[in-house]
């Protein structure tokens, strides 16, 4: 019997994982820096029209495209002349477990299946617990979750609860963790107990399984307007939304489109604080995960990540809690679309960007989630303000995460914030020298890399290292 | 109250006790255990609140901890709805309606 204390099973780590995933990494660990990333893109072996047929058959995919034509309207009141692009949003809600996390899930579940595993376990408090627990249930595989719910007082933020309770109608296995990074050990315990898939986020199943997404926003987008989008604008977090996506826009043929990545502010908080844990309203989607994991991908459950968020991102902007929570009434008001927060992080983004854009341009928003209890902003800002959190109309740029909430007084309020992605890429190239061993430099191929994998030049590159 | 064979009841238990925490995270996290709860069908026979229980999750997975609930609701719900943000939906309703009363 192995030792099952937390030090040996951190220590089996990486055979652990490597089991759990029915994939080879090897060949991408053979240098400290440099991996071919469109080989471990291709470990999928299915083409583009196979991986949309498989999600087909579990209802996946295939979402409508909308055209938010009141809030565009708000939009050209608020623009100079001549300013104000239309915004398309499309409606991920639809898919069989209310959010995008499904096309994710349906390409690692047929994986898990195909190669034996006869149950799957992921660690996530987000949307994809839900999302593995449908696809398993659709398909008879067990399914494990593993999710960071309550602080040390045992309690929970709704949009959290509601995320375990939905794993739970899907028939999951749900472990509920108090605050702390240290639940991948609990969920290195399940997988070695179990032998079970390890359903993580960052494997190339779950990018490959978000390349639809782009191109059904080509597909649609042509047939609605002519031309694909000038702008997709993704929630970003740990960037696999944002990486499939933009592969799949580029598979489409949409190589001009900009790629933009929006997360909400949520600076000044620990996301490993047991006090900080309810005072965020945002579970994800947020700067917590979003910078961090732009900067530096290699900080998961994989031994390769295969989102890589920073090879695809043109721009990335910040929204205010408060301002999300506006777009979400602004929805549900002038599109009657009630819709959860994911969403709708990306949509108050697009209405400021749309305003600096050329009217004859278009932004697609390239998801919205499910809203149920638990989600809407009612439960999350009644529970805040039960917590001493002040919420009230102003200035979003007022607001302080964990103090106050600043729901903006009139639309032009909501404002472009730029992340500086030249020290995003900067630091990123910086730690990957960092790494190489005693005496070695990088070499041609590893700035190569590093320029792929920043989205910049070799100059750049060079010029960041010396 | 004791509680019978097959009632569907969440237990909690300790992962981590406080000194067993990795140091990588701030203090207040570190003084707290890591807890886990779950939920499952109770095995031990005849159990209370709060005493060491067994459970088979819906998996006939085994977990053991302690009886802290019996089926216990989620508990999450809509709340109240947010003054603020009514107020905001309807000066937005307000300024397309005004809006469209210029333009025709």
Redesign the interface.
Known sequence: MKPIDYQSVMARRNETMLSALGLDYAPFLQHPVTFDYEALMAQVSYSLDTVREIQSRVGVGNTALIELRQINRLVRLLAPKGKGARIFVKDEAANPSGSYKARRAALSMHHAKEAGFKGAVAATSGNYGAAVASQAAMRGLDCIVVQEVFDSLGIGQPEILEKGRACEIYGAEVLQLSVGPELFYQFLRVLEETGYFNASLYTPYAIAGVEPLGVEIVEQMQAATGAAPDVVICTHAGGGNLTGTARGLQKAGASDCKVVAASVDLSGLHMASDTDFNRKHFTTGHTGFGIPFAGWPDRTDVPRNAARALRYMDRYLLVKQGEVFYVTEALARLEGLERGPAGNVALAAAIALAQEMDADQTIVVQETEYAGAGKQPSAQLSFARARGIEIRRGDPDDETPGAAVVIPDHPSRIKLRDVDLLHVRKSLIRKAAGLMPQGRKLEAEDIKFLAAETRSTLEFVEACVT | MTFQTGDWVRIHSV??TPD???S???K??R??????????WLVTAGASIGDAVEIR???G?SYHGTLEAVNPP?????????P??????E???A??AE?EGETT
């Open positions: 992962i981590l067993e925490r990795t990588a995270i701030p207040e996290t003084g707290v255990p890591l807890e886990m709860r779950v939920k499952g999750t819906t998996l997975r989620y508990g999450h719900d809509f709340a109240a709805a947010i603020e943000l009514l107020r905001a939906g000066e937005l309703r300024m397309l809006a």
